[in-house]
């Protein structure tokens, strides 16, 4: 057998097993619901022999590659023929502990390098993770060469995301990037009408990239050399795609009656010699179903190394079953005859059905023989980095938590234990985030040296390789795949870092998507929205974030903080530091400090003293641990006088809580001072990071679920909080981000928040059309009185 021979045995194989595992899923296994199973047979059919084509000629055990969602069973067929996935698996497509339904790095048990399912993110993840090993080279010397592959979906090149990726200077020239297509020319729901590819190669071209196009196999270029041949050609360039699809489905009879329909007489004089079944073989020959002609493009690719390359693999969906090229088989599945047909096509029977290539075969020898090139090093272990608890900056007497922000990471600069791992990236908004400072001293990231010409003494932006800052373009999809591949560097480039991003926090929205990708896949970084809220009132409108607080409390893997005050966030940067610093306790499973941190910040100054008095009030130790937990009481102000209405009948006087958090904190310190003199005790409650406060309570409520036990109130909760007294929340966002604490305390709530668009004003203006001013607080805590019965 020539090698030609052996990769096609195994590329049947291949397309044998992810069909069937897929057909197991759907036919075989009592879910008890009636719920279909799903999974894609035809999108896997389509990326066979491409990917056949990479993992048994192609690929070195440090390659790393992002496989199409629609994909997996290809993936795991793969994984299982080369002995890295256990056979019990391939009946557990779909299942609950078994093979996810798109590729998961922490979900799946065999080799996933890249998390997989919303179109457009797969692919760009391997480009910002060739951008992360090509920073990690400069600083830390040189990895063993990697080339990062992206295994895509045509239809994933209509995701904006995609463009945002190649058009970025951050990725620019790097060599060991390849994209390949899988170029069948259909989406989900249809064929896509008129094909564009001369525009995407263009946009491909413009953007610095290397493009190679794979559209025929070598049969239909040896027929295109011969005489008649040209006609040929031009018969099926100009052929609409729907009906040269539509060929791959039918029998050979059927196709010399479709492919000749209309035809010129060269081309009917060129078909004319051929039995159907060579007519058929030879018109349906595409380039990404042959994998001589695959391997001659990854070769071209790999010659080319100072720029990224695309591959254009032309394919048919549902390849090689009979579903192929049918604009409907995106979730069409086959039938138990069609299995039994394709099972003896294949050459196997039901007892061998599952089994691996026998490896006493001249085939079998090809696969242990990659199988054992693809064996992967085991993992060395990383030293820890060390973090300090604080990075000691002073706050001044008022300053604003972004300028604190600032000050930090500067102080950490200063650190020789952290320095050299920090690494900050912001889309275009480096200096209006405070990162300036740090940049002036970290200098900026370019692989190559630039001379600097501007004369600004203030900014001084050295472009180098030593540089720490990674500056993007005004995309927050990039800033986020960006981080994530930052964060995911321990595993992927063997370097642990400690990534920090900056953005608009309402832009944070922009780049959702990509943020979740990013920590579904256990990325670790901290990423600082700033400003935020109403309280940047000049800047106005669309710039008023207000759902952001929910989105980083909700979002699983990140834990959002939200201090006041400056020291408070110096502990808080330090702590998150320190869990990102330390990739090998493990993953994030059931362990929400192991993930990512997000900050969100403002540009409102704030007087510091009310931190200092309860730094003093509580010591410094304890105040720490409070702060770190999610809350501590900030003040606590006693009724001044016995004449108020409320405590008239009784002579114990009213007490209340007010829990406020960020900018607001003082509005709320004036409503707690107007509450006291009105004969009311106050506790005032700093809420540091409602994010880790309700988690606290409710690990203690599932506990008590789980246990059919009486759940207790955490200790971050008791701690901070009186038991008793009805609450009022204040907080520039949402109202709805606080108000769980009333049930949590089994108090009384009113919650105050932004929970209508803003528009420009003053800041006074906006906490009056918000209700966030002081006299708003204090009628909260009064609405908040009356509702305790
Ligand atoms: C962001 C996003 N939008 C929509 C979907 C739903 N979806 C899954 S596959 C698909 C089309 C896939 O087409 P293509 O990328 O060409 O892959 P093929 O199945 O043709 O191989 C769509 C729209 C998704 N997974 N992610
Ligand atoms: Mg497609």
Redesign the pocket.
Known sequence: MNQQEVLDSINERVLWLSTRIVDSANRERDTGDGVKVGG?QA?SA??VSIMTALWFAHLNPQDRVSV???ASPVFHAIEYLLGELDRSYLTQLRKFGGLQSYPSRTKDPDRVDFST????LGPAAPLFAAATRRYVDSHFGERPPTRFIAL?????LD?GNIWEAIADPATAGLGNVTWIV?F?R???DRVIPGVRIEQWTAQFNAAGWHVVEVKYGPKLHAAFAQPGGAALEAWIDAMPNERYQSLFAMSGEQVRERFTEGAPSEVLAFCEPLNDQDLKSLVTDLGGHNIESLLEAFAHCDAVTDRPSVIFAYTI?GWGLPMAGNPRN?SMLLTGEQIDELRVKTGLTLESEWDRIDPATEVGQWVTQRAHHLTRTPKKELPTIVVPDSAGINPKSAMSTQEAFGRVVVELSRNESVAPYLVTTAPDVATSTNLAGYINRAGVYNPTEQRQWSEDALVKWKESPEGHHIELGISEMNLFLLLGQLGLSFDLSDQQLLPIGTLYDPFVLRGLDAFVYSVYSESRFIVAGTPSGVTLAPEGGAHQSTITASVGMELPNVTLMEPAFATALDWQICFALSHIADPGKGGVHGDPEKGSYYFRLTTWPIDQTPFEQAKTRIGEAMLRRQVLAGAYSLMQLGAESETSELNSETSIPPRVQIAACGAVMPEAIAAAHELASEGISVNLVDITSADRLYAAWQRTIRQGIRTATTPSIPGALRAAFDLTAPIVTVHDASSHALAWLGSALGVPCVSLGVDRFGQSGTVADLYEEHDLTSGSIVNGALAALTLVR
């Open positions: 894609h999108s389509s990326m199409k969602p629609h399912g919303s179109v457009g895509m979906g045509d239809a994933e995701e899988d069948n259909q989406s989900l969906k995106h």
